[in-house]
């Protein structure tokens, strides 16, 4: 590392600058962001979860707050309207927070707040995919995957690299969208083991699950409300 031109100290041509503030754009900001956060969430008595550092816990004196971090986006739930406001006006001592009220769409996922819980679907999600490989008027298929096909890495014409680029981007999406669509588990996780060398066959696979998807966009898995009786969304 050296010093930036314009800015060079004599004598000192060994030194480098310390930084005191992560600047937004560059990539130590996001790493600022979220240990300035964390650090104040867990004075406040929340607990990261183990498997995933952007989830925090909160239970204390009969309160259950749940707070999930997205690069700068934030969704928290709790069984009490009142600990989120509290928590927000403690927040917004040190952060600036645009509070966008219920959740209903986050990172590819819609959720519809019903009597009894909330219902996530990926509906949007799924139709996007099919337009960007024109499927969004294919024909429907009853089932993803056929019971007779046997895919196989020595089957078929292997695909040109443009061709094979977006075969990794389509099954990848499909991966993402099986976290709500676990009928779509299996298929989409056979045709995942051939992203190094896809062949036309494959890709064939491929639509035919698309062809699945098309037929079904709005199924969704249905969340009972137990302790959740508020669900917002944070910028």
């Known amino acids: 590392m050296r010093q930036p031109p314009g ?6 041509s060994q030194y480098i600058c310390k930084l005191d503030k992560a600047i937004y754009g560059l990539k130590q900001a996001p790493h600022a962001w979220y240990s300035r956060l ?12 183990k498997s995933d550092t952007s989830l925090f816990i909160f239970d204390k004196n009969g309160v259950t707050m749940f707070l999930l971090i997205y690069v ?3 969704i928290v739930t709790s069984s009490s309207e009142t600990a989120v406001a509290n928590l927000l006006q403690n927040l917004r ?7 966008l009220g219920e959740l209903h769409y986050f990172l590819g996922i ?3 707040h019903v009597s009894h819980g909330i219902i996530l679907s990926q509906g949007k999600y799924a139709n996007d995919i099919l337009r960007r490989v024109d499927m969004h008027t294919c024909k429907v298929m009853d089932t993803p995957m056929s019971s007779t ?13 443009e061709d094979a680029t977006k075969y990794r981007s389509i099954v990848g999406a499909l991966q993402y969208l099986s976290m709500t669509r676990p009928d779509i588990s299996f298929a989409v996780n056979k045709v995942y083991q051939y992203l190094h060398a896809p062949t036309i066959e494959h890709w064939t696979a491929v639509k035919r699950i698309l ?3 098309k037929g079904s966009c709005n199924l969704g898995i249905k969340i009972s409300k137990i302790l959740l009786i508020t669900c917002k969304c944070l910028l």
């Open 7 to 12: 800015f060079k100290e004599k004598g000192k």
């Open 38 to 49: 964390s650090s104040k969430l867990q004075n406040l008595g929340f607990v990261s979860f």
């Open 72 to 74: 700068d986006d934030i």
């Open 93 to 99: 001592g040190e952060f600036a927070l645009k509070d």
């Open 110 to 112: 819609e959720v519809k």
């Open 149 to 161: 096909e046997k895919l196989s890495s020595q089957q078929g014409t292997v695909l040109g690299q």
């Open 211 to 213: 062809g699945y998807v």
